[in-house]
């Protein structure tokens, strides 16, 4: 299985448009040691011919330009893309689905709750269903593992299993409407199974890590996760107000808890932050925070990371 992280950054990106905090104004001024970033986007495929999406970012049209295999070579309208599998509703997971409205077969893998907030409750995804079969949407379950396939029904190798790891919906959704979902169906991880049997997983937005979550994860051959702030406090001291990072449904990576403690005794081969918010200090590779990411075995992900399951 092929594994691209086409965008690497949490919602906004990094520079974020209207951030002027200490990275967004020193990568700006070209003073800082660490790269910009696009706003999360995975890809993955069995052979190279056929990707499917893992959520679709809102920077997934210039994420496809840079992308030499997500281009079309079958045809005047074609794309090697097959599918979207969503982990949630948030806007930087779903906005990306309306750049993809122009007549592409497409199959949606995504919670019924999920479904029926983009497609039901928000006419604007009217669009992806213009004629008939444009898009095919793949009812999931937490806990039920299914197959990705191609727009034809074409068999990929590749199995997905969703895993609840959150009951919080996108502040967009009423509460009332909340109130009438699963909750059980809000924030999905996922691991993927390539078909030589390498297991990935993919945590983009996670707030605890159960026991049993920390059992599945040790079985992994490469791990994508929540790598969105330093600190559980981070937005709170910079603005002197606001959430914290597990109000915000994320695990923060250091300190008494965090991820880098929480999962130190982790035997995955390669661990990589993902959704990494423009005011990490981990971006800057330069500063003691990436070093102590680097010596306890994570990597921090960039624009352009391979694996190869």
């Given at each position: 299985m092929l594994v691209e992280i086409l965008g690497s950054a949490a919602g906004g990106g990094f520079p974020q448009w209207n951030c002027g905090c200490r990275n967004c104004s020193a990568v700006?001024?070209?003073?800082?040691?660490?790269?910009?970033?696009?706003?999360?986007?995975?890809?993955?495929?069995?052979?190279g011919g056929v990707w499917f999406l893992l959520n679709a970012s809102p920077d997934l049209r210039s994420q496809i330009e840079t992308s030499n295999f997500l281009h079309p070579r079958g045809g005047v309208r074609h794309?090697?893309?097959?599918?979207?599998?969503?982990?949630?509703?948030d806007l930087d997971q779903s906005l990306g689905l309306l750049l993809l409205r122009e007549l592409q077969p497409l199959q949606i893998y995504a919670t019924v709750s999920i479904r029926k907030i983009l497609r039901e409750d928000n006419s604007m995804f009217a669009m992806l269903h213009r004629v008939d079969d444009q898009a095919?949407?793949?009812?999931?379950?937490?806990?039920?593992?299914?197959e990705l396939v191609g727009p034809r029904g074409e068999r990929s190798g590749i199995?997905?299993?969703?895993?609840?790891?959150?009951?919080?919906?996108?502040?967009?959704v009423a509460g009332e409407r909340a109130a009438k979902l699963n909750p059980?169906?809000?924030?999905?991880?996922?691991?993927?199974?390539?078909?030589?049997?390498?297991?990935?997983?993919?945590?983009?937005?996670?707030?605890?890590?159960?026991s049993t979550l920390l059992r599945d994860l040790d079985c992994l051959d490469a791990l994508l996760f929540d790598g969105t702030f330093w600190s559980d406090d981070e937005l709170v001291r910079l603005q002197g107000q606001g959430q914290t990072a597990r109000q915000m449904g994320h695990l923060a990576v250091g300190?008494?808890?965090?991820?880098?403690?929480?999962?130190?005794?982790?035997?995955?081969?390669?661990?990589?932050?993902?959704?990494?918010?423009?005011?990490?200090?981990?971006l800057d590779e330069n500063g003691p925070e990436?070093?102590?990411?680097?010596e306890a075995g994570w990597e921090v992900a960039e624009d352009g990371c391979h694996l190869e399951l």
């Open positions: 700006r001024k070209g003073t800082f040691r660490g790269k910009p970033r696009s706003q999360l986007q995975v890809a993955v495929s069995p052979d794309s090697p893309i097959s599918g979207v599998v969503l982990t949630g509703a095919r949407w793949h009812d999931i379950e937490p806990g039920e593992s299914f199995e997905c299993l969703p895993l609840s790891v959150a009951m919080r919906y996108p502040g967009y059980n169906e809000a924030v999905l991880g996922l691991i993927l199974q390539s078909p030589s049997g390498q297991r990935l997983g993919y945590f983009p937005a996670i707030g605890e890590v159960s300190g008494e808890g965090g991820s880098l403690d929480l999962l130190s005794k982790l035997r995955v081969s390669r661990k990589i932050f993902v959704h990494i918010n423009n005011t990490n200090p981990i990436y070093r102590q990411v680097r």
